[in-house]
C-alpha cells in the first residue's frame, strides 16, 4: 500500500471516535450535547477506536490509474497518551492529554513504512514498471504540534497544527521528508461529527531521485527521457472527512467513516515522466469503512 494512504485512515479513525479522550494528535473534544449526560471519567479514562475499510488511492505517487486496498487501522489513549497504529504508519502523543477546553501541546516519535513502487504487480503502466522496483523504506521521525478546544463553531471543536520530520533509516531512498499539517474538526451531534485538514510535504533529493528520477538505464528501459532528481516541496494534499455513529454514540459503538483528499504536485515532481507523461499531478484519495470505539 502507498503510504498517502494513512493519514486519510488515521484521520478518518480520530473523527470516527471523536468523543473519546485523546485521538491521535488532534483532539479531546466532547459532543455539544453530551455535558450533562457523561460523567466526567468517560473523558479521561483509557479508549481504543477499531476500524478498517477500503481505499480507493493511485497505483503510485503521480499515477492517473487507481485501484482499491484494505486499509485497518487503530486510535487508542492510555494513561492520557495517545497512541496511532494505521497500516504502515504509527506515532504516539508522549505529552499527557488534558481533558475538557484546553491548549494540546503535542510530541513523539512516528515510524513510517513506505511501499511506494515496491511492488510492480500492482502498477498498470508498463513503463513505470520497467523502472523497476525500489526498496521498502522505513522513515523514522518525530511530530511536534499544539491544538487548541473551542475556537470556531463551539466549545468543543478543535484547531491544531503540527510539523513532522522523518528520515529513511533503511537505505531505500535515505532521505528526509518535512510534513506540516493542519487539521480542523468538529461534532455536529452526539452521533455525528465533521473533519476538514490540508498537509504539504518537502523532500530531499535522495527522495526525488527515488520515485521521481529517471537515469539512463531506466530511460532505455522504460522510453522515458533522463530526468534529474527534484528536492523541495513536492505536493499539497486537503480532505474532508465525516462519521456517523450507527450503534450509541460517538463516544461508543460502531460508526460509519468516510471521506476523501485532493492532492497536487509541484513543478519540479510535476514534470517528472512517471507524472507528466505516464501519470497526472492531481492526486484522489477516497476511503470508506466502519469503526468501533470501546
Known sequence: MQR?????????????????????????????????????SDFDGDS???GGGFVYLPDYEGSNDYRFTPAPGAIGSFRG?????????????LIRNQPGPSWDFQAGPIAVVNFNRTNTDNIDDRRVRALGERDTAIELGGYVGLGKTGVITSPYDQLSVSVSYRHDVAGSHDSGILQPTV?????????????????AEHVERGYGRSYFGVDAAQSVAS?????????GWKNWTVGAL????????????????????YGRQFDRFAD??????????SQWLGVLGVAYTF
Do not use: C, E, M
Open 48 to 50: 481504543i477506536t477499531v
Open 183 to 199: 487539521n480542523y474538526v468538529t461534532p455536529l451531534s452526539r452521533k455525528a461529527a465533521f473533519g476538514l485538514f490540508a498537509s
Open 242 to 261: 465525516g462519521t456517523y455513529a450507527l450503534t450509541g454514540d460517538l463516544l461508543h459503538g460502531f460508526k460509519l467513516v468516510g471521506g476523501g483528499t
Open 4 to 40: 498517502q494512504i494513512f493519514p486519510t485512515l488515521v484521520a478518518a479513525l480520530a473523527l470516527a471516535g471523536l468523543a473519546t479522550p485523546a485521538l491521535a494528535q488532534d483532539t479531546n473534544v466532547v459532543p455539544p450535547d453530551a455535558g450533562a449526560v457523561a460523567a466526567a
Open 81 to 93: 497518551h495517545s497512541f496511532t497504529v494505521a497500516g504502515n504508519r504509527a506515532s504516539v502523543d
Open 272 to 281: 517528472s515522466p512517471v507524472v507528466r507523461i505516464a501519470g497526472k499531478r
Open 223 to 231: 522510453g522515458f527521457p533522463v530526468y534529474g532528481a527534484p528536492r
